[in-house]
C-alpha cells in the first residue's frame, strides 16, 4: 500500500531562517505531488505541484520554492522565512494530476510558527 | 475566480441525527467534487466523491450532486461524536479547489 511521509510535524522558526520540509511517497511509482497550506480556519491554498522529478509548477507568487530531486521525494524550502509563511503545510500525492485532480491522499502536516 | 464556498459553521447536531454539509461551486467546467474530513490539527482525509448528478452513497455517508445549480452536499446519516471535525468541499477545475470548511460539532 502507498504510504506518504512528511517532516518535521511541527517547526518554530525566527524570520528571515532558512526552511526545509521534506516528504517522500512509498509504494507507488511517478507520483503526482503537491505542497498545500491552510491558514488557521481558513481552506486548502495550493502552493506547488510536480508531475515529475525537476518539474515544478508554482501556483502563488511568494518566496517559497520546491524541489523535487528524486521520483518520489518533494521538498519545499525558503531562502528568509516571512511572518506570513506561518501555518499547516500539507505535502500530498495523486496518481492523475492536472488538469484532472483525483483523490489526494495528504501527509501528516507540519505545523510552522513563524516569530 | 474559481472559488468553492462553504457555511463556515460550526453546525451542530445531536447525535443520531442527520448532518447535512453544503458547498457551492462557480466553475461549470467542473467535473470531479470531494468531500474530505478534517480533524483538529490533522491533515484532510478524502470521504466521499462524486463524478455524476444525483446521490451516492457510503455506509452512512451520502453526496449529492447538482451541476445545473452547481451544489454539493455530503449527508451524514446517524451522526456519530467521532464524526465532529471540519469538512472540507473541493472541486476539481484545473486543479483542486478547496472550500474553506464546514466545522460539524456532534453532540452526545
Known amino acids: 500500500s502507498q504510504t506518504i511521509h512528511q517532516w518535521p510535524a511541527t517547526l518554530v522558526q525566527p524570520v528571515g531562517s532558512p526552511l526545509s520540509l521534506e516528504c517522500t511517497v512509498e509504494?507507488?511509482?511517478?507520483?503526482?505531488l503537491y505542497w498545500y497550506r491552510q491558514a488557521a480556519g481558513r481552506g486548502l491554498q495550493l502552493l506547488f505541484y510536480?508531475?515529475?522529478?525537476?518539474?515544478i509548477s508554482s501556483e502563488v507568487p511568494q518566496n517559497l520554492s520546491a524541489s523535487r530531486p528524486q521520483d518520489r521525494q518533494f521538498i519545499l524550502s525558503s531562502k528568509k522565512l516571512l511572518l506570513s509563511d506561518s501555518g499547516f503545510y500539507l505535502c500530498?500525492?495523486?496518481?492523475?494530476?492536472?488538469?484532472?485532480?483525483?483523490?489526494?491522499?495528504f501527509g501528516s502536516g507540519t505545523q510552522l510558527s513563524v516569530l | 475566480q474559481k472559488e468553492v464556498e462553504q457555511n463556515s459553521g460550526p453546525l451542530s447536531v445531536p447525535e443520531g441525527a442527520i448532518a447535512s454539509l453544503n458547498c457551492t461551486y462557480s466553475?461549470?467546467?467542473?467535473?470531479?467534487f470531494f468531500w474530505y474530513r478534517q480533524y483538529s490539527g490533522k491533515s484532510p482525509e478524502l470521504i466521499m466523491f462524486?463524478?455524476?448528478?444525483g446521490d451516492k452513497e457510503d455506509g452512512r455517508f451520502t453526496a449529492q450532486l447538482n451541476k445545473a445549480s452547481q451544489y454539493v452536499s455530503l449527508l451524514i446519516r446517524d451522526s456519530q461524536p467521532s464524526d465532529s471535525a471540519t469538512y472540507l468541499c473541493?472541486?476539481?477545475?484545473?486543479?483542486?479547489?478547496f472550500g474553506q470548511g464546514t466545522e460539524l460539532s456532534v453532540k452526545p
Open positions: 500530498a500525492w495523486s496518481r492523475e494530476g492536472p488538469p484532472t485532480n483525483e483523490k489526494l491522499f
Open positions: 509504494g507507488t511509482s511517478n507520483p503526482n
Open positions: 510536480s508531475v515529475g522529478i525537476g518539474q
Open positions: 466553475d461549470r467546467g467542473s467535473q470531479s
Open positions: 462524486i463524478y455524476s448528478n
Open positions: 473541493a472541486a476539481e477545475g484545473g486543479k483542486l479547489i
